[in-house]
Structures are given as structure tokens and as C-alpha cells.
């Protein structure tokens, strides 16, 4: 089983940036995507990035310019700069990994969650 912990959250004004950090842990035959995701109050967790194992990124329509992810294969782990932050990126971020275990059966690891303000 893989276990994740994400850090870097924080309070920060608007225009800002901030750098999340998602690392694993634990052995696996395989780390697939590795995905960003965050909830507002009152509101659904909705998918914010996602890399594949090759590197194939894509983002929701609200970040996109803002938010880079990036990833270390070799460490399993993800990063997620974000620039330009607004007061509506305010939300507990999570990591989501997606893999394959050792004995080939599919899982998906999600980590506790990391706090991030934006004030206005």
C-alpha cells in the first residue's frame, strides 16, 4: 500500500504563489497518474491537475497559466506551483495516486489534505 502526505499549504495574499508537494511512500510494482484535487466549503472535490507516468499534463479550465505540475518517477513524487493565486483557489488540497501493486491489483491512495487561503 502507498501512503501520501501532501505539504506546503498555507495563507497567502491574492497575486501570490505557493508550492504543494505530494510525497509517497511504500513499495509498488507501478505509480500511474499521480493527481491534484481540491474542495471548497460547501462545495464537490474537483480534479485541479493530473500527470501521467510519461509526463502528459492537463488542468482544469481555471488554472490553466496559473498552476504547473510537475513529477519525480524516480522519487514518486509531485509538485504543484501555483502563481497568480486568487481568493476562489482557497480550498484543502489533496494528492491522489493511481498505481498498481505489487501483486498487480489496481489501487488509488489519497493523502490527508493540505490547507490553502488565498485573502483578497
Known amino acids: 500500500q502507498v501512503q501520501v502526505v501532501e505539504s506546503g499549504g498555507g495563507l497567502v495574499q491574492a497575486g501570490g504563489s505557493l508550492r504543494l508537494t505530494c510525497a509517497t511512500s511504500g513499495v509498488v510494482y507501478k505509480i500511474n497518474d499521480m493527481d491534484w484535487y481540491r474542495q471548497a466549503p460547501g462545495k464537490q472535490r474537483e480534479l485541479v491537475a493530473t500527470?501521467?507516468?510519461?509526463?502528459?499534463?492537463n488542468y482544469v479550465d481555471s488554472v490553466k497559466g496559473r498552476f504547473t505540475i510537475s513529477r519525480d518517477n524516480a522519487k514518486n513524487r509531485i509538485e504543484l506551483q501555483m502563481n497568480s493565486l486568487k481568493p476562489e483557489d482557497t480550498a484543502v488540497y489533496y494528492c491522489?495516486?493511481?498505481?498498481?501493486?505489487?501483486?498487480?491489483?489496481?489501487?488509488?491512495?489519497w493523502g490527508q489534505g493540505t490547507q490553502v487561503t488565498v485573502s483578497s
Open positions: 491522489n495516486v493511481v498505481g498498481t501493486t505489487l501483486s498487480q491489483t489496481p489501487f488509488s491512495s
Open positions: 500527470i501521467t507516468y510519461s509526463g502528459t499534463t
